[in-house]
């Protein structure tokens, strides 16, 4: 009878066989060279792995705190997972935002290029690209058939994606076009070169069939309604959701940031308006920064000095995670900042990267709290500490066992604590912090709204009483997040093809304000937020139920 630690070390390695780009995803070595097999034959064989380690674990004996943790998170990982696939979501998985083409194109901003032998894995794998693309158009085509497709609006924001990085308009454009360019030369080079040509016009063919071939069969509506939307949430959020109370909250949420905003732009410039204060922080000379690099740079220092503030203060960060990289997004994917975890042997550090979206001028007032977000104390603390904690979490709640709601609420509450220690002093990086609250909020109000066609409170000043719809949401989402126009159309785009994954931000903050506020009200005088935190990051990822119930034992 395996232990809860051995179904889980055997997971990870069989799934690393068969999903190598989870493989790159979580560092483990190995399997760099090739792609998965995305067809619907390859997708099964995913699954019944997930059954098989599900069935394993009911046998696995758990006789201490850790096992017992531990297959739970894993049970609930692996069954929310199942959950999506035996709904066939996976036939539909055209979306704006990590979709299968993305996660391809994605595999290989992880791979090491420092030599000749990394070269010749990057080559090994720009020629899988073609057949993992034949892959996910088999996997849509059963789709299809089965009458289980994706909107209009994700089949033709997909198509552009493709021919951006295939380089339609310029073949030494595309994403691999580029990324050959970086080769300096040797032995390699011819291979290298016919790879990403291939790779780049498979692409283009990918592309061009989702326009001529799946846009005809795709459905003109964007609401996937209750049913599909819940079984979304649940598995981003490991949480069963009162989605009415749920959009309910996100209003007040929204209601309390707007409040608290108005308070701090008349600390910034006294009677003014919102965006009056906005345009005046854009404008200043000495909050903005031109250039990509210089920016790029910009992010890097505010990494490493916050890093080496928080270290032995409020947190103990251990050596190995103290580097994290500041990275530019290549284009052509979404628009929102993001952050990939460190290999398991940290080799690769963890790394935040930033879409430019083609801007070269940066108005700080913002940045500061999406940097602590993505970096530390946020994604970087949360998940590359995870990965050192070997000696007490196995393999999959190292590397397998994120949950967008435990991770990106813990990001977002870090943005909010960065406020309470003292980090966002100056207004206008308070006001920036608050953007972004309000833009999580207006998140769960239009993410939920959208997809069960949800009525606008009466009460709102905004089309009150009318139900939401695309053509509602994206003037509201401009006017309320106060980010640019060009974010928020993405984001648009994004709630609507990824239901379910933009309220686990908002959702996830307030579990784990509320089990540290639990927390405070048990121990009084003892409490001790470092201590908090490292009980609580120590736990690893699991789902925002199990979460809650973990940190009433603190």
């Known amino acids: 009878m395996a232990s809860v630690q051995e179904v889980a070390d055997t997971y990870i390695i069989e799934m690393a066989a068969r999903d190598p780009i989870a493989a790159t995803e979580w560092g483990v070595a190995g399997h ?45 990982r692996l069954t929310a997972s199942l959950e999506l696939y035996d709904a066939g979501e996976h036939f539909r998985s055209v979306r704006v935002l990590h979709s299968p083409q993305d996660s391809v194109r994605r595999s290989f901003d992880l791979m090491p290029v420092e030599s000749e032998a990394d070269w010749q894995v990057v080559a090994s794998r720009l020629r899988a690209v073609p057949g993992a693309l034949e892959g996910i158009r088999a996997t849509l085509q059963e789709g299809l058939s089965r009458r289980l497709v994706s909107a209009r609006r994700q089949v033709l924001a997909c198509a552009a ?70 079984l979304a949430a649940r598995s981003f959020t490991g949480s069963e959701l009162d989605l009415d109370d749920t959009y309910q909250f996100g209003w007040a949420e929204l209601h309390r940031i707007e409040g608290r905003m108005a308070a701090v732009c008349e600390r910034i410039v006294p009677g003014a308006s919102l965006g009056e204060v906005i345009a005046h922080l854009e404008s200043d000379p000495e909050r903005v920064i031109d250039g990509v690099e210089a920016f790029q740079q910009w992010n890097q220092e505010l990494i490493d000095t916050t890093m080496a503030s928080l270290d032995g203060v409020h947190f103990d960060i251990a050596g190995p995670i103290r580097r994290c990289e500041a990275m530019i997004a290549p284009p052509g994917g979404a628009a929102a900042m993001y952050y990939t975890g460190p290999s398991e042997d940290f080799s690769r550090p963890g790394r935040t990267w930033y879409p430019t979206l083609g801007k070269t001028r940066f108005p700080l007032w913002r940045e500061v709290s999406i940097c602590y977000h993505e970096g ?6 949360q998940i590359a500490q995870v990965r050192y904690l070997a000696d007490r979490l196995n393999r999959f709640q190292r590397l397998a066992g994120f949950t967008s709601g435990h991770g990106e609420g813990w990001a977002l509450y870090a943005e909010r604590l960065m406020g309470e220690l003292g980090y966002l002093d100056d207004p206008a990086f308070e006001l920036g912090m608050l953007s972004a609250q309000a833009m999580r909020a207006v998140r769960v109000v239009v993410d939920i709204g ?62 784990w304000l509320e089990s540290r506020q639990a927390a405070k009200d048990r121990k009084g005088a003892a409490f001790d937020l470092k201590d908090f935190h490292r009980y609580a990051l120590d736990l690893g990822g699991m789902g925002l139920d199990q979460l809650a119930r973990e940190l009433e034992r603190y």
Not at 166 to 182: E, I, K, N
Not at 462 to 483: D, K, M, N, T
């Open 161 to 230: 994606q493709c021919d951006t990085w295939g380089g339609r308009d310029d073949a030494s454009s595309s994403f691999f076009a580029g990324l050959v360019r970086g080769y300096a030369g040797g032995s390699s080079a011819a291979v290298l070169d016919n790879a990403a040509g291939a790779a780049a016009q498979a692409y283009l063919e990918l592309g061009a069939w989702l326009r001529e071939h799946y846009l005809p069969a795709a459905t003109r509506a964007d609401p996937v309604g209750r049913e599909r939307y819940a």
């Open 32 to 76: 760099d060279d090739r792609l998965p097999d995305l067809s619907p034959a390859g997708l099964e064989e995913c699954a019944d792995l997930q059954r098989a380690s599900l069935a394993a674990l009911t046998r696995s004996p758990k006789d201490t705190e850790a096992d017992r943790i531990a297959a739970e998170v894993m049970t609930e």
């Open 450 to 511: 959208l997809h069960l066609q949800l009525r606008i409170p009466a009460g709102e000043r905004y089309h009150p009483g009318e139900r939401w719809a695309p053509e509602l949401a994206l003037p509201f989402v401009i006017e309320r997040s106060c980010f640019p126009a060009d974010f928020m159309a993405s984001e648009v785009d994004r709630y609507l093809g990824w239901p379910g994954q933009a309220i686990s931000y908002k959702v996830g903050e307030r579990v």
């Open 376 to 381: 530390v104390p946020g994604h970087h603390l």
